[in-house]
Nanobody
Framework: QVQLVESGGGLVQPGQSLRLSCTAL????????MMWFRQAPGKEREQVARISGTGEITIGGATNSPDSVVGRFSISRDNAKNTVYLQMNNLKPEDTAVYYCHARGYGNWYWGQGTQVTVSS
């Protein structure tokens, strides 16, 4: 079955950077929209970035999206590697959350298991 395998989370200090990776297994990756969501304790899951199969990018901007990531987060994909990336710069304590990879296409939704990002001094 389809699997989304995330990696790259961890503990960093404010102002530092992290790059998350998500590799899709058994998915026609190039034709799927890929997204990153995050969920902090006690809060709803929220979208932070999206990249379509054609490369169209949205950072924040969607309903309930955290506009505070605009200018700090970026998303990219490597279709040859079936991998989507989330580059996070100038991290803040409020970015602390579990980050989830999400694939969407043809009426199908898939989620990764999540990777913890903790920003703390």
């Amino acid at each position: 079955q389809v699997q989304l395998v995330e990696s790259g989370g961890g503990l960093v200090q404010p102002g530092q950077s992290l790059r998350l990776s998500c590799t899709a297994l058994r998915l026609p990756f190039a034709t799927y929209d890929m997204m990153w969501f995050r969920q902090a304790p006690g809060k709803e899951r929220e979208q932070v970035a999206r990249i379509s199969g054609t490369g169209e990018i949205t950072i924040g901007g969607a309903t309930n999206s955290p506009d505070s990531v605009v200018g700090r987060f970026s998303i990219s994909r490597d279709n040859a590697k079936n991998t989507v990336y989330l580059q996070m710069n100038n991290l803040k304590p409020e970015d602390t959350a579990v980050y989830y990879c999400h694939a969407r296409g043809y009426g199908n939704w898939y989620w990764g298991q999540g990777t913890q990002v903790t920003v703390s001094s």
